[in-house]
């Protein structure tokens, strides 16, 4: 079984009104000297009956059809 981390975060330049939010919240709640906070999504991904390679190609496939949107979004694939 191999074990992944998708980690995907908007790409720079684009808006983000999530992470606004919660840079006032922060700061509201007494949090000083917080910049800019961006979010972003992680997903923890088991697949079964493939090597190495072929699950890093898949999960770029499944990154590429489902879990970012590529046109606004960048993601990062780490297997451990």
Do not use: W
Request: with cysteine; net charge negative.
């Amino acid at each position: 079984m191999i074990k992944a981390r998708v980690t995907v975060t908007l790409k720079t330049g684009v808006l983000d009104p999530q992470g606004k939010a919660i840079e006032h919240a922060l700061t509201g709640l007494g949090f000083g000297g917080v910049g800019a906070v961006r979010q972003g999504k992680v997903f923890d991904i088991e697949i079964d009956g493939a090597d190495k390679a072929q699950a890093e190609a898949d999960l770029k496939a499944m990154c590429d059809k489902l879990l970012a949107n590529t046109v606004i979004e960048n993601y990062s694939v780490a297997i451990t």
